[in-house]
């Protein structure tokens, strides 16, 4: 019902104009079935342009938006309209609210050549929550609808009659002249009184305004063709044995109820009109009550309602306003499912949020057993754990079940809600150097938060871990973790994730630890080594002339002068009749301790 105060300056607003300007009136009638916008808002507009002045004035009266309205948007769009699209975006106010506008020549024009909507825009629908095309254009307004003893009777105690009417009601905005035409049908008794009363909404009392019969007409003053338009009008049916009213109907826009249906099946109404797919909607007076039921296909079942109605059960009913746009979701039986994880992590102080998902149709019914933390809680109609955390709550894991239910079968999800710090830290944790089966190694990891971290071993038969101490057990990689979970101060850390690779056998000299030169002949010797994987094989210091390092031995002619060659562990030094060179074995340069392969050559120096 519109609630509104009377709009004095109406007639004025859209009064006939002097000296021969051409007024052209439109009235729009806006729901969030054009937006495709769950919302059970409406408005009724009337517009009127004057030209050659090209002076825009609009009335509005709006109800049930979901917030607060930005701006009210005349789009103009489509053939002839060369120069393209047309949006003229007017101020908004609370309802009933008016105003005018001098429009520009391109503006006007847009509007006289094209099609065109008017919309209400709101910071929730920033794209538009209601819309509705020019209904009449013409400075008439027309009203059907119905009367009954609901209307009559007070909310919750109808009038018990089976009487009931249907009026057509219009009012010439320019000239405020009224006409109206009423039919009655099976009540209690003769009629003995018609009136309109006003201003009043739906179940209110108004004075009675005009005493009429079931046709007629009249010029309304200006404050009462606002308060009727202002759908703050209804008529009455007296009768001889309800001298106080048997039957009413307020005098407002009917209500168009929209069904769309996803998937195999059916959605029929009662008053009947709707049988969708096929017929999807039908209009009926606002305070009507209609039924919907869904008939589901041969192997689906009912999934959902949405918007207007909800749940799974097939029939929904409700007042016409409330049904104005409805989706029945049909889909094969299939038994509830968590798909989402099960476990969510606050942290105390900001707000956080976590979805509950789960799949199964009909769309299961979600509920929650145990005791969930200080701060959170849960909305089982979106199925979202959300909350502010209070820092004074202590870290640690709250544990919870869902359960999620339909028609075909039930599942429990033993669920973890954990709650941590806000602060956040870093984890320092360096893998050690290669290891050899049977060697030993002391690991440490630390935090930023100074917390202690935790360290867990995700390759028990290459490595083990005692403590801080890692074994190397097998040839392969050893893989570590560390962690650090958080506290009521600080954030769990990300995991520090390290890898460590075992070697089965250290390298070693399987070969003599020298060899004997000659002057003038030819030298080779091959280094054996053992280890696995292989070794490779490194040289430092200096060799004879003549004499050089093949990576895996020594070959050819020492020169000159007999020469003794060391190849030592700890030292390179050349003495009067020695070198000493080190040849290494191992894998990398940079292994510590690689062993060594001491070779000494000894030879007499030739005429000394």
């Not at 009210?72 to 005018?100: C, K, W």
């Not at 017929?279 to 207007?308: I, Y």
């Not at 949020?353 to 849960?378: A, E, H, R």
Request: glycine fraction near 10%; hydrophobic fraction near 40%; charged fraction near 10%.
């Amino acid at each position: 019902m519109f609630r509104l105060a009377r709009l004095l300056a109406f007639a004025a607003l859209l009064s006939p104009l002097p000296g021969g300007a051409a007024t052209t009136y439109y009235k729009v009638h806006m729901t969030g079935a054009a937006t495709a916008v769950a919302t059970s808002a409406d408005a009724t507009a009337i517009l009127s342009f004057e030209q050659p002045s090209n002076v825009l004035t609009w009335v509005v009266n709006h109800r049930g938006l979901s917030s607060a309205g930005t701006f009210l948007r005349l789009h103009a769009s489509g053939p002839p309209l060369l120069s393209g699209d047309v949006d003229i975006d007017l101020p908004f106010g609370a309802s009933p609210f008016t105003g005018t506008r001098v429009l520009t020549n391109l503006e006007m024009n847009g509007v006289a050549l094209a099609r065109w909507t008017l919309e209400i825009r709101t910071t929730q629908y920033p794209g538009g929550e209601i819309r509705g095309p020019r209904l009449i254009q013409g400075p008439v307004a027309g009203y059907s609808f119905g009367l009954d003893g609901t209307q009559a009777g007070a909310p919750g105690s109808p009038i018990a009659t089976d009487g009931s009417g249907h009026a057509n009601v219009t009012l010439n905005v320019a000239t405020s002249q009224l006409t109206w035409d009423v039919n009655l049908s099976n009540l209690s008794s003769p009629a003995t009184q018609i009136d309109f009363h006003g201003p009043a909404g739906r179940f209110a009392t108004g004075a009675v305004t005009i005493g009429v019969g079931l046709q007629g007409s009249t010029v309304l003053d200006p404050a009462s063709a606002a308060d009727l338009l202002n759908e703050m009008w209804y008529i009455d049916v007296h009768t001889a044995n309800h001298p106080s009213g048997e039957i009413r109907g307020q005098i407002v826009e009917p209500v168009t109820v929209q069904v769309t249906v996803i998937g195999d099946g059916r959605v029929a109404s009662d008053p009947p009109g709707i049988d969708c797919p096929g017929n999807c909607s039908r209009a009926f007076d606002e305070q009507a009550f209609v039924t919907l039921t869904a008939l589901p296909g041969p192997g689906a079942v009912l999934n959902q309602w949405t918007n207007g109605c909800t749940g799974t059960d097939v029939v929904c009913g409700s007042s016409a306003r409330g049904l104005s746009f409805v989706t029945a979701e049909f889909a094969a039986p299939q038994a509830p499912a968590f798909t989402s994880a099960a476990t969510a992590t606050f942290n105390s102080g900001p707000s956080g949020s976590f979805q509950v998902s789960v799949s199964g149709s009909p769309k299961p019914t979600l509920t929650l057993t145990g005791t969930l933390p200080s701060g959170i809680v849960f909305n089982s109609l979106t199925r979202t754990l959300g909350g502010f955390v209070p820092s004074s709550l202590p870290a640690g894991s709250y544990p919870i079940t869902f359960r999620a239910s339909n028609s075909v079968g039930l599942v429990d999800q033993a669920f973890t809600i954990k709650v941590q710090g806000s602060l956040s830290q870093v984890i320092y944790f360096n893998a050690p150097p290669p290891m050899y089966v049977g060697t030993v190694v002391s690991l440490s990891a630390f935090a930023s938060s100074d917390l202690p971290v935790a360290i867990t071993n995700e390759t028990p038969a290459v490595c083990s871990l005692n403590g801080s101490v890692l074994l190397a057990l097998a040839q392969g990689t050893c893989i570590l973790d560390a962690d650090q979970p958080g506290s009521s101060v600080y954030a769990a850390a990300s995991q520090r994730k390290v890898s460590v690779a075992i070697y089965s056998t250290a390298p070693g000299f399987a070969s003599a630890d020298s060899t004997t030169g000659y002057q003038g002949l030819a030298l080779a010797f091959t280094f054996q080594v053992t280890g696995q994987p292989t070794p490779t094989i490194s040289l430092t210091g200096a060799l004879p002339a003549g004499v050089s390092f093949s990576g895996t031995g020594l070959t050819g002619v020492p020169a000159v002068h007999r020469r003794d060659v060391s190849l030592d562990r700890s030292r390179i030094q050349w003495q009067r009749a020695r070198c000493d060179a080190i040849v290494h074995a191992g894998r990398r340069a940079s292994q510590r301790g690689p062993p060594h392969q001491h070779v000494h050559a000894h030879e007499d120096r030739v005429g000394q």
